[in-house]
């Protein structure tokens, strides 16, 4: 039977990380297909924004912390009179720099939104899927640095790495309830993230591909029900398999280790907890 999208993944999308970027791009293409979309974020003003281009009638905007259990919480109970079929985790963080000198306020953000926060929403709204019967669909934003330890941005590389391994066991599982879970791969994207990181890495000095947001969530989009995991752009296809695939895990991290050291601007120092990147 040839089920369309939104038969198969309506009426709403729950999309985080939709302030900006990657979820930005996913809630408007998401809206194009037919949904209507929740979006979720922090800053409330950008969220809104994102409601007027996208038309206040067909989303809802909730802003969280999604690094709070409180936050959480919100996200489930102002979802809970929703009919959701499609969840999209885009929301995410980066620290750089050495292990030894992160506070803990970072490293709680880093652990809280791509572990904790992934883990939760995915296990709510699979639960949710499984129970109003109908097919869904889960989408989980992990990263290239996922694919390979990545010195100097261990932290990130590490929850990105159980991000990948969470949404690929999950993709085994949740067939038997007619979900579809897809992992999304991305390399370097235009976005936020990627002028925060540049601020601290010349990124002339690593072979890192940079796609669009657009592209990222076009590709997933795609390939969700397709596949249970995408790297979206050739290059990074590329790259993927030589870290994953040509190279052993020993040698490509102490590769990246080297090229990300030699990129740093500046080591940043250690900065006191809440101080932004
Ligand atoms: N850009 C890249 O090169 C790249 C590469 C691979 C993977 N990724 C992944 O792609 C995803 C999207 O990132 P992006 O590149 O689109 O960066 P971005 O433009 O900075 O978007 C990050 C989004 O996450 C939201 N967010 C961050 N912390 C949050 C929190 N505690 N609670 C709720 N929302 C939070 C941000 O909104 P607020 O600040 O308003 O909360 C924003 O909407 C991330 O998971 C990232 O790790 C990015």
Redesign the pocket.
């Known amino acids: 039977m040839n089920t369309s999208f939104t038969e198969k993944y309506g009426q709403w999308a729950v999309v ?9 791009e996913f809630a408007r293409q998401l809206r194009k297909k037919g949904l209507k979309v929740a979006l ?4 409330e003003d ?2 809104r924004a994102v409601a007027e281009l996208l038309g206040e009638d067909n989303t809802r905007v909730i802003a ?5 259990q409180e ?1 959480i919480d919100t996200l489930e109970e102002k979802t809970s009179d929703l009919d959701i079929g499609l969840f999209v ?6 620290h750089l720099g050495p292990f030894i000198d992160i506070n803990e306020t970072d490293i709680d ?1 880093l652990l ?3 572990v904790t ?1 992934t883990t939760n929403l995915a296990h709510i709204f699979a639960n949710r899927m499984k129970a109003r019967k109908k097919a869904g669909g889960l989408v989980l ?5 996922a694919l390979t330890p990545v010195p100097w941005i261990a932290i ?1 590389s590490a929850t ?1 790495a159980y991000v990948l391994s969470l949404g690929e066991a999950l993709s085994v599982e949740l067939k038997d309830h007619n979900i579809d879970v897809l992992t999304v ?10 002028i ?2 540049e601020k601290h890495l010349d990124l002339k000095k690593i072979p890192l591909p ?1 796609g669009s ?1 657009a592209t ?1 969530a076009s590709t997933a989009i795609k390939s969700l029900g397709k596949r249970d995991s995408v790297v979206p752009g050739v290059l990074n296809k590329m790259m993927a398999v030589m870290m994953d695939k040509l190279m052993s895990r020993n040698a490509s991290k102490k590769m990246i280790g080297w090229m990300i050291k030699k990129a740093f601007r500046k080591m940043p120092e250690k900065r006191s907890a809440g101080a932004q990147s």
Do not use: C, W
């Not at 985790?89 to 980066?94: K, L, M, T």
């Not at 934003?141 to 640095?145: A, D, T």
């Open positions: 985080t990380g939709a302030s900006s970027g990657i979820g930005k979720i974020a922090r800053s950008q969220l969280t912390n999604l690094a709070t936050g985790h885009s929301a995410g963080a980066v953000e809280n939104v791509h926060a934003v992990s990263s290239g640095f990130y990105k791969v991305p390399g370097g994207t235009k976005t936020n993230m990627a925060d990181i940079m947001a990222v």
